[in-house]
């Protein structure tokens, strides 16, 4: 599993996509808020979650939802777990 | 012999066309077991047949259009005499492809031929219309074989000449006629009043933060889940508001099978049931709604879960509206809503203070229910989310389904 952040990037696009399939790659703004830019509601968010976990190995508490709100911000707390993770 | 015919799927589903059966003649089925899968504008539905028998003949053919209650095959009931050199009851040995008979009235989906919609991005959608293919016909190399714009480039310039315009018409179109006719349907004849009450949320939300924190993600729980169970014990007040009004008279349900709206990726509503939500756990209702959820959106839904709500919830919570006032879909008799999860200023103990709230509405039927009715609905409704482990303890047996037998 890698810690570069473009193939992170795109590990979470590619599961986006998975949940969202109507998202073209590179029309995201990774400073705006994810979801005023992508169709989510609780359960999808709920999902992208979950996939991330499976996929990525990181397990995201509720309480730290609030740090997720756009693609750079989730990016940073991804990588910033999965290197305390060693 | 009996004959089986193609159920009700919803006030908004007139017809459907034949996609694939799932049996052939001499199998015998039984009751809740899917036959065929029935194309709708809104899903490829796995229908389920009522009864049990033995399938002595299949009446129409894959690819034809055929209007809700036409006969689609006949059986014989169990025990009765074949004609033909078929075993009329017993294992059958020659169904290779038969899914696995099932009892439970909500059994697995086992199909293996279901021919499920990808998804399709709307660039993709637009070129294709642009180039007169139809990329619902088609797997793309998306995730979910979603059909992407790079996918309908290909196909094009794979083409000697752009295909005529397919002459089926677009799915979205179809599906908006139809739910405009059930809509309209709704507002001409049923008297709609509309009720509405705020809901104190901080007890329910504590309560489940503190539940979410000592479970693996794969088992956290939305509040949407908790909100279909008041609904279902809430309703023990109300029976009024929970049934079907139909040839002049209302017939309560004995179950809560609540449909849940689910919106459709590219536009479209779908609001298929979650079967005995009084009687179940909490844990198997999130499963089950997360399933459903899943399911409504690849386009794959069951019969019974189109024909069977005993009225509809709808919760546009997360993002949006503080309040919805929704449209009651016939033949049900209420339709509950749920609003934005915020914090607002609410008063309590005399003093003003931010706390989460919710506003909860419900639109029923004049003819079915009054004010009054619907205001214990509410009332109860609010009453039971402030006692969270209580609401989730209180499960009912489940009573026998009702099911909109054709």
């Known amino acids: 599993m890698t810690n570069d952040r473009p193939a992170l990037a795109a590990t979470v696009l590619d599961i986006l996509r998975s949940i969202a399939p109507e998202v073209e790659p590179g029309t995201l703004d990774p ?6 830019q992508v169709d989510l509601d609780s359960m999808d968010w709920l999902n992208f979650l979950v996939a991330l976990h499976e996929r990525l190995g ?13 693609l750079d911000k989730l990016l940073d707390y991804l990588l910033e777990r999965r290197v305390s993770r060693g | 012999m009996m004959d089986f015919k193609l159920p009700s799927l919803g006030a908004d589903m007139d017809e459907g066309t034949l996609l694939t059966w799932q049996v052939k003649p001499g199998d015998t089925v039984k009751r809740g077991q899917v036959v065929a899968v029935v194309d709708t504008s809104k899903a490829a539905v796995d229908v389920e047949i009522w009864q049990d028998g033995v399938v002595a003949e299949l009446l129409v053919q894959p690819g034809e259009k055929v209007p809700v209650g036409t006969v689609l095959a006949r059986l014989l009931a169990p025990g009765e005499e074949a004609a033909a050199p078929a075993p009329a009851a017993g294992p059958v040995t020659a169904a290779a492809a038969l899914p696995q008979p099932v009892t439970s009235p909500v059994p697995e989906a086992a199909s293996t031929t279901v021919a499920a919609r990808h998804p399709v991005s709307p660039a993709a959608r637009r070129r294709a219309k642009q180039l007169g293919l139809d990329p619902d016909t088609m797997r793309g190399s998306g995730p979910q074989g979603a059909v992407t714009l790079a996918d309908i480039e290909a196909a094009a310039a794979g083409r000697v000449a752009p295909a005529p315009a397919a002459s089926a018409p677009d799915r979205q179109q179809v599906m908006r006629q139809a739910i405009a006719a059930a809509m309209s349907r709704s507002k001409r004849e049923i008297p709609h009043y509309y009720l509405s009450d705020t809901l104190p949320m ?8 503190q539940r979410n924190e000592g479970v693996a993600i794969t088992e956290r729980m939305l509040p949407a889940v908790l909100l279909l169970h008041a609904v279902a014990v809430a309703l023990r007040r109300a029976p009024q508001l929970n049934g079907f009004y139909r040839d002049g008279a209302f017939q309560p349900a004995t179950a809560v099978h609540a449909g849940v709206a689910i ?16 009687a179940k756990p909490l844990e ?3 499963h089950e709604l997360a399933d459903l959820v899943r399911r409504a959106r690849a386009g794959s839904l069951r019969s019974s879960e189109m024909s069977d709500p005993t009225l509809t919830v709808t919760n546009l ?6 309040a919805v006032f929704g449209v009651i879909y016939p033949p049900q008799v209420a339709l509950v809503g749920f609003g934005r999860l915020a914090v607002r200023p609410w008063v309590q103990d005399g003093k003003v203070r931010a706390l989460p709230l919710l506003t909860a509405t419900l639109a029923a039927d004049h003819r079915a229910s009054d004010g009054h009715q ?3 609905f509410l009332a109860e409704l609010r009453e039971l989310l402030q006692q969270p482990q209580a609401l989730a303890d209180n499960i009912a047996p489940a009573a026998t389904p009702e099911g909109n037998n054709p």
């Open chain 1, 31 to 36: 400073t705006r808020p994810l979801r005023h």
């Open chain 1, 58 to 70: 990181v397990n995201i508490p509720e309480a730290d939802y609030a740090r997720l709100v756009t």
């Open chain 2, 202 to 209: 901080a007890a329910a939300l504590a309560w489940l933060q």
């Open chain 2, 263 to 278: 919106s459709l990726r590219g536009g479209g509503l779908v609001a298929p049931a979650i079967h005995d939500v009084g």
């Open chain 2, 284 to 286: 198997q209702l999130m």
């Open chain 2, 317 to 322: 919570g997360d993002q949006s509206v503080e």
């Open chain 2, 374 to 376: 619907g205001a214990l």
